[in-house]
């Protein structure tokens, strides 16, 4: 859900159509304390607004109780699956950090656990990119001319080709830096310059993750070369 906002957390306290006035107070303050209880980020402003609709809204099930049964099967698949995605993160998180690279990458700016993992695996080796541009294409982010005749276009959009997957990771990246906002960072900085110069917020964060990978290849490279022989 936007901004963080757990659905489980929401799903697990409207179970049933809300009847009186006072059991819904006390059941979205339970929802409320739930998330905040178990660590998500809190955005009461997303809370108060689905809660609002879901009032407004017009029920298609009725009060009954298979309805009750159907949405708490529901939240049971919901939590097994929430339970199957943390198995597969805490797996790829120790396998990342059997690499070399892992510690370097974990420490750049808004890079966490869950994303350092994510960003190792869609890129691999960077050692088999012959350059910064090569990773950029892998990515898709990159913006060929388009060239015909006499005729050279320059503003072009991304190619999109190469791994949808890296460009999805690299996008939450960018959400992350946003977010965070790290003081005195090179690509922050980046991200807020091009905000300037009128491109939106989109935009902005493509060119942004560009520069990111091309600071990624420099730095992960610069360390291989470092490594001895034997370890690299």
């Given at each position: 859900?936007?901004?963080?906002t757990?659905?489980?957390?929401?799903?697990c306290?409207?179970?049933t159509?809300l009847?009186?006035?006072?059991?819904?107070?006390?059941a979205?303050?339970?929802?409320i304390?739930?998330?905040?209880k178990?660590?998500?980020?809190?955005?009461?402003?997303?809370?108060?607004?689905?809660f609002a609709?879901?009032?407004?809204?017009?029920p298609?099930?009725?009060?009954?109780?298979?309805?009750?049964?159907v949405?708490?099967?529901?939240i049971r698949?919901?939590h097994?699956?929430e339970a199957?995605?943390?198995?597969?993160?805490?797996q790829?998180?120790?396998?990342?950090k059997?690499?070399?690279?892992?510690?370097?990458?974990?420490?750049m700016?808004?890079?966490?656990?869950t994303l350092?993992?994510?960003?190792?695996?869609?890129i691999?080796?960077?050692?088999?990119?012959?350059?910064?541009r090569?990773?950029?294409?892998?990515?898709g982010i990159?913006?060929?001319p388009?060239q015909?005749?006499?005729?050279?276009?320059?503003n072009?959009?991304?190619?999109?080709?190469?791994?949808?997957?890296?460009?999805?990771?690299g996008y939450?990246v960018?959400q992350?830096y946003?977010?965070?906002?790290?003081?005195?960072?090179?690509?922050f900085?980046f991200?807020e310059?091009?905000?300037?110069?009128?491109?939106?917020?989109?935009?902005?964060?493509?060119?942004?993750?560009?520069?990111?990978?091309?600071?990624?290849?420099?730095?992960v490279?610069?360390f291989?070369?470092?490594?001895?022989?034997?370890?690299?």
């Amino acid at each position: 859900m936007p901004d963080g906002t757990s659905f489980r957390t929401l799903s697990c306290g409207i179970v049933t159509p809300l009847t009186s006035s006072k059991w819904e107070k006390r059941a979205f303050g339970r929802i409320i304390a739930n998330g905040r209880k178990k660590g998500y980020r809190n955005c009461e402003r997303m809370a108060v607004l689905i809660f609002a609709t879901a009032q407004n809204g017009i029920p298609v099930l009725p009060n009954a109780p298979s309805t009750q049964i159907v949405i708490t099967e529901a939240i049971r698949v919901l939590h097994t699956a929430e339970a199957s995605r943390d198995a597969i993160l805490t797996q790829m998180q120790a396998l990342a950090k059997t690499l070399p690279e892992y510690s370097l990458v974990r420490e750049m700016p808004c890079i966490g656990d869950t994303l350092a993992p994510r960003l190792i695996a869609e890129i691999g080796d960077v050692r088999r990119f012959h350059s910064k541009r090569a990773l950029i294409a892998y990515a898709g982010i990159d913006a060929p001319p388009y060239q015909s005749g006499k005729f050279r276009a320059n503003n072009r959009h991304i190619s999109k080709r190469g791994n949808h997957y890296l460009r999805k990771t690299g996008y939450e990246v960018m959400q992350s830096y946003v977010m965070h906002r790290p003081a005195n960072d090179s690509i922050f900085t980046f991200i807020e310059k091009k905000r300037g110069e009128g491109k939106s917020g989109k935009l902005a964060m493509v060119a942004g993750l560009n520069k990111f990978l091309r600071v990624y290849y420099g730095k992960v490279t610069e360390f291989y070369r470092s490594l001895p022989a034997r370890m690299s």
